[in-house]
């Protein structure tokens, strides 16, 4: 690593350590590093009223919490990076929102955002996980495969299983804010990981500038080929800067384990395969992620962690374990059923289409995953899923024997 | 001041070669001119205003373009990025302005009285008359730079100095965030409405950011001079009406542009411009007139002869379909319009347009008689 490269991460790794040591503590010494240490104050021309963005037709999270005061406070702050509270809330500002459906509305643009502008992430965060408060609870975090019970579905209804997450490298910048450089180092760092992953896991990396016609469609019969984003909401935070530079797709051999590189986060990391089996799924995915978090480490580096948020992602609402588990499951009868949405709010899942966020369902197949992120581990919300599914399944099957069911009671949320 | 970048000193910590980027796929001027030495030298400066390389480049960057069409690839953030950043800036310049030297000074003449001819255009072909141009008001970044904050100045001072006008100029202001159903149903059918960008060109350049904030269109209540504020540039300024008299066309733009940059000046915030790149506008394809005048003329015949391309080059004029920029034409109807922005003045680019297209006129009407036109064709101007 140039000389100069490993003296700021040095500075940052130690951030690092010290937020796993304490909380409070890293807390401390982050909130003095950015007194100390953030990039010169802005040239503001104007007050702070007569910046702050007219929100009166949003609809989203970052709108809800950000007053004329918080606006004030904050806008003149900027991360170590210059990160700065503007670029944050754009996306925000830039995509006014459904009255249905409500985004988050803002982005991080490095580990620090998180911090330095709390005061706007902590009250954004508690209302996107559901009153989960950062200011005073814990996120647990738990790899634990073996811990997860009964997790092979009956495979006349679930047709594939899968667990997505994702993982920033601690000391670069995220998505919306980094440099080219920034994120060809994440490429690199990466890429030479995975190149120790060995057995099952031995793969190949593509990247999205260099790989051929052919490589290329493969991908897309493979369904692992990520496009350009085109949605506002990434496009407006800066997420597609200098595409394709630095992106790429990783696979292992056998196509069960794939890795975005740079796409809306450093990396995203997903295990799946044809069929019902989802603890063989989560077993192969917490394998794999762990081995890749010793073989970054083995090279200085680690993922972006703590207490408060667990994994650091670009997205608030991918904070905690990050983590998406999922079927594409047959139930045609339950849900025509006028119970199905309350079912699965209690269950604590969400439905999706099958070609995933904001598509429809086609032929009664549904995409039937967790609601929850933060507050929960990896292991519970991979077993509520599993509980859930299979709750769904006893449900699809006693509506074709023409019997009844049950709306169950809600499950516990922040265990 | 878009995205990541904006902390300049930050990216110094990498070498040239881990932040340049990759322009090996990429057809536009800026990716023809920038090179590591370039980059090495202007990477560590920033205008005032804190507008930085990276920040120049990002559409370019974000933008191939294709093998057919030249794009520029590069914006400017304020007036001070055609200073700080010109080692960039002035090949792409020359380039785009058929080789316009960083010598070289640029002439200004909205004086519509040294227009000769243009008010007999044949209203049986040309069907239109319209004449734009660009202007940046000074002491304020431009649209890929200002913040909300500037951008509502903008707007601000903007509507105060138009809705002073009087006289045939006697018009109103209708803010993009607050127009009723009506009056937006209206605008569109006077094709007055401008849309927020949806070009990757401009959004990549941080254009369209805050939308529809501090945006807003005013005219005049003859519907014939319409000025757009806070889209691309600071304003775009239109004198516009049916038929062929462009010289009426252009005494109103004259006439309107002198008023309006009258009161700017009252107010402390003149017109950028200076005498070597004349306007100052966002992009570095409208420096100079920054002056787009042109017609919808019915051009059947001539358009499919096979010198149509020559005669147009010939002309020094363009053609578009009737949508615009990157439209196809539709009935044999084109857009003509003047080619060049730099390097000569208002009157003499509106007087290639007025010239060449009664030179066409006549040429369609030769063809129609199934004459030859050869011998009109015209030398290289």
């Not at chain 1, 978090?293 to 670009?314: A, H, S, V």
């Not at chain 2, 110094?12 to 023809?32: G, I, R, T």
């Not at chain 2, 002035?90 to 040294?114: A, V």
């Not at chain 2, 062929?244 to 733009?253: I, L, P, Q, S």
Request: hydrophobic share 35%; aromatic share 8%; with cysteine.
């Amino acid at each position: 690593m140039a000389s100069s490269f490993t003296r700021i991460l040095s500075s940052k790794r130690n951030v690092g350590i010290l937020s796993l040591v304490g909380g409070s503590v890293a807390a401390g010494f982050l909130l003095h590093r950015e007194h100390v240490t953030a990039g010169e104050p802005l040239r503001r021309r104007y007050p702070a009223s007569a910046e702050y963005p007219d929100l009166r037709k949003h609809n989203n999270c970052m709108a809800s919490s950000l007053t004329p005061a918080i606006y004030a406070k904050l806008c003149d702050k900027a991360t170590p990076n210059g990160y700065t509270l503007d670029q944050a809330i754009q996306t925000g500002v830039d995509n006014p929102g459904h009255p249905f459906i409500k985004t988050v509305g803002l982005v991080a643009g490095d580990e620090e955002s998180y911090e330095v502008f709390a005061e706007l992430l902590d009250p954004v965060i508690k209302e996107r996980h559901n009153g989960y408060d950062p200011r005073t609870m814990k996120h647990p975090t738990d790899l634990n495969a073996s811990k997860i019970q009964s997790g092979v579905f009956d495979e006349r209804y679930v047709l594939s299983s899968r667990v997505r997450t994702g993982r920033s490298i601690r000391g670069l910048s995220l998505p919306p804010a980094c440099t080219r450089a920034e994120r060809r180092e994440v490429e690199r760092v990466v890429v030479d990981a995975l190149s120790g992953l060995k057995e099952d896991l031995t793969g190949k990396y593509y990247s999205l500038t260099l790989m051929t016609e052919q490589e290329q469609q493969q991908l897309i019969d493979d369904h692992f080929l990520f496009d350009k984003p085109v949605s506002p909401l990434l496009t407006c935070a800066g997420m597609a800067r200098d595409w394709p530079d630095g992106r790429g797709i990783w696979h292992n051999n056998e196509k069960t384990f794939l890795i975005w590189i740079n796409e809306e986060d450093h990396t995203r990391v997903i295990s799946m395969e044809k069929g019902g089996n989802m603890k063989r799924v989560f077993e192969r995915f917490c394998r794999g992620l762990k081995e890749v978090e010793r073989l970054i480490q083995e090279r200085g580096w680690e993922f972006m962690w703590n207490e408060r948020l667990g994994y650091i992602l670009t997205c608030p609402s991918n904070l905690g374990t990050g983590l998406r588990a999922g079927v594409h499951v047959k139930l045609p009868r339950l849900s025509k059923d006028p119970r199905f949405s309350k079912i699965l709010d209690n269950l604590r899942l969400q439905k999706r289409g099958t070609g995933g966020v904001d598509t429809a369902a086609v032929g009664g197949v549904f995409d039937i995953s967790n609601l929850d992120r933060l507050g929960q581990s990896e292991v519970q919300l991979v077993q509520t899923v599993i509980d859930g599914v299979n709750y769904l399944i006893e449900c699809e099957k006693r509506l074709e024997k023409g019997q009844d069911i049950k709306v169950p009671a809600p499950i516990k949320q922040f265990k | 001041m878009p995205f990541g970048n904006t902390h300049n000193n930050f990216k110094l910590n990498y070498k040239v070669e881990e932040e340049f980027p990759d322009l090996s796929k990429h057809n536009n001027h800026m990716a023809k001119v920038l090179n590591k030495d370039i980059y090495a030298k202007l990477r560590d400066k920033q205008t005032p205003s804190g507008y930085t390389l990276d920040d120049v480049i990002q559409t370019g960057v974000d933008n191939p373009g294709h093998p057919f069409i030249m794009t520029v690839g590069c914006v400017a953030g304020d007036e001070e990025s055609y200073e700080v950043f010109k080692e960039l800036l002035d090949p792409i310049i020359s380039d785009r302005h058929g080789g316009y030297k960083p010598t070289d000074k640029h002439k200004t003449d909205l004086n519509f009285e040294n227009l000769k001819g243009g008010d007999d255009l044949d209203p049986n072909y040309v069907l239109s008359s319209r004449v734009r141009t660009g202007r940046s008001i000074k002491g304020y970044t431009l649209p890929p730079h200002n913040s909300r904050g500037e951008r509502r100045a903008i707007e601000k001072l903007a509507v105060e100095a138009l809705t002073s006008l009087d006289g045939e100029f006697k018009g109103k202001y209708y803010p993009l965030k607050s127009m009723t159903d009506a009056e937006q149903e209206q605008l569109i059918s006077d094709h007055f409405l401008f849309d927020k960008p949806v070009s990757p060109l401009l959004t990549c350049a941080g254009m369209a950011r805050d939308w529809p904030d501090a945006r807003g269109i005013w005219h005049n209540d003859d519907k014939t001079f319409l000025v757009w504020v806070n889209e691309e540039d600071h304003l775009r300024v239109i004198s516009m009406q049916k038929g062929g008299n462009m010289r009426e066309v252009f005494r109103r733009f004259c006439v309107g542009l002198q008023k309006i940059e009258e009161i700017f000046k009252k107010h402390n915030h003149g017109f950028m411009w200076n005498e070597h790149l004349g306007y100052i506008l966002t992009c570095p394809s409208n420096l100079g007139t920054g002056l787009r005048g042109g017609v919808h003329v019915k051009l059947p015949k001539l358009s499919t002869h096979p010198k149509f391309e020559e005669i147009l080059t010939r002309l020094r004029l363009q053609k578009r379909g009737t949508g615009g920029v990157d439209t196809a034409s539709v009935g044999g109807v084109f857009d003509i319009s003047n080619a060049d922005r730099l390097g000569s003045s208002e009157v003499d680019q509106v007087q290639l347009v007025v010239d060449g297209v009664k030179l066409m006129v006549e040429m369609e009407k030769k063809l129609e008689k199934g004459e030859a036109i050869d011998g009109m064709i015209p030398a290289q101007k």
